[in-house]
């Protein structure tokens, strides 16, 4: 088992001197060799301040201990520890700035029954997670080091060998995170349950170089143009609103907008609140569908105006009146990259009609359609 950049290039050149044996199992007759590498031959072997090591041999490692035995009879073979650490380090470096990182093997044995790396019915000590438990876990020692990482599924039960002593073990599943504390002793075996777990809030971080976007919103801001269409009145209207994302699924709008004439002005300054319905990872995904509800305050003023029908045109003074309107609809962002963003929302406006009509802009109840252009802002707060 090689760990170094360009090691698949290894398996070409083969080569050394044959020493004796170090793993003896007399359940299976196996010869031959088998290489594997940590990477491709033109790959870099990456490393990981987060888990303190290469991702290869941690992962590796924790396969080792017993993440990787998918067939639950409590022994990791050579094949189920090549599988576990090729996926484990292809899914984890798939989005660093090193690139996806492929481990490589070659495999030439005969002979009858598998070749077992690691036997967990011998360990010292054992932490099962039963059948309901479901997620990513990380488990880390007294010294806070990581020393098993791995998801399991929901009706796999793994156990794990591990040294006696005392264990953090961390919990995510879905958009919650969760932590416990476990001592295990010499000869022990822990059950690890649901209820040895209490929710938890995860550090806030930042990554750092160049990665997929983050579609992360929450303690940003936005500032959009909005063009609104026919309803709530008999013409188009123009404007600005900005937003602030006061979680990742809930946000607080404030707008402008409005249209004028020679002869008249209506502006309008509706507030909503817009909620996000999707679970999941929200912050992964660019297109941010929504419900809103809101209402605000809608001013018209005259600078002349006649009343029609009259057989001589009467002209009024000037004048600004005020109503008030409450609105509700659904709408998309789609978020073309971090810092930008579209949008379409369709509500229902119902609103107190003015005194009298304001020419064309005359408000009313009805349907309106509204496109967005915006750009993002501000550091944010996401789940990273």
């Not at 080569?15 to 031959?32: H, I, N, Q, Y």
């Not at 796999?156 to 006696?164: A, D, S």
């Not at 997929?212 to 940003?220: D, H, I, L």
């Not at 379409?344 to 109840?365: A, E, I, K, V």
């Amino acid at each position: 088992m090689l760990d170094a950049c360009a090691s698949g290039a290894f398996v070409r050149i083969k080569g050394g001197k044959t020493r004796p044996a170090f793993l003896v199992d007399e359940s299976s007759t196996m010869r031959g060799h088998a290489f594997l590498t940590s990477s491709s031959e033109t790959e870099a072997a990456q490393e990981s301040d987060r888990i303190g090591a290469s991702y290869f041999t941690h992962y590796l490692v924790s396969g080792l201990r017993g993440a990787a035995d998918s067939s639950g009879d409590g022994k990791v073979t050579l094949n189920e520890a090549y599988q576990f650490a090729f996926n484990e380090t292809l899914g984890r470096t798939e989005q660093t700035r090193g690139g996806a990182q492929h481990p490589s093997y070659d495999i030439t044995m005969s002979g009858s029954g598998d070749v077992v790396m690691t036997d967990m019915r011998q360990t010292s000590a054992t932490f099962v997670l039963g059948e309901e438990m479901a997620g990513r876990f990380f488990i880390r020692n007294a010294a806070q080091q990581l020393v098993v990482e791995l998801y399991k599924p929901a009706g796999r039960k793994v156990e794990l060998g591990l040294e006696p002593g005392t264990y953090e073990v961390r919990l995510e599943r879905g958009t919650g995170s969760f932590v416990g504390k476990a001592q295990v002793g010499e000869g022990g075996r822990v059950v690890l349950d649901a209820a040895l777990f209490h929710v938890t809030t995860p550090e806030a971080t930042r990554r750092r170089g160049v990665e997929a976007p983050s579609y992360a919103v929450a303690g940003r801001n936005r500032i959009e143009l909005a063009v609104l269409g026919r309803g709530a009145s008999a013409a188009g209207f123009a404007g600005v609103q900005y937003t602030r994302y006061v979680r990742e699924n809930l946000a607080v709008t404030v707008g402008f907008s409005g249209a004028s004439t020679r002869t008249s002005s209506v502006f309008a300054f509706p507030v909503s609140l817009k909620w996000n319905p999707r679970t999941g990872e929200p912050w992964n995904r660019p297109l941010k569908p929504y419900l809103l509800a809101g209402f605000g305050p809608i001013f018209g003023t005259d600078l002349a105006m006649f009343a029609a029908g009259a057989a001589q045109p009467t002209w009024f003074l000037p004048g600004t009146h005020t109503t008030f309107e409450g609105h509700f609809g659904a709408g998309f962002d789609m978020h073309i990259a971090r810092s930008w963003s579209i949008g379409l929302t369709g509500m229902y406006t119902s609103m107190r009609d003015f005194p009298h009509p304001f020419n064309q802009y005359y408000y009313q109840d009805g349907l309106q359609l509204g496109f967005t252009f915006g750009w993002l802002f501000g550091r944010g707060r996401g789940p990273r």
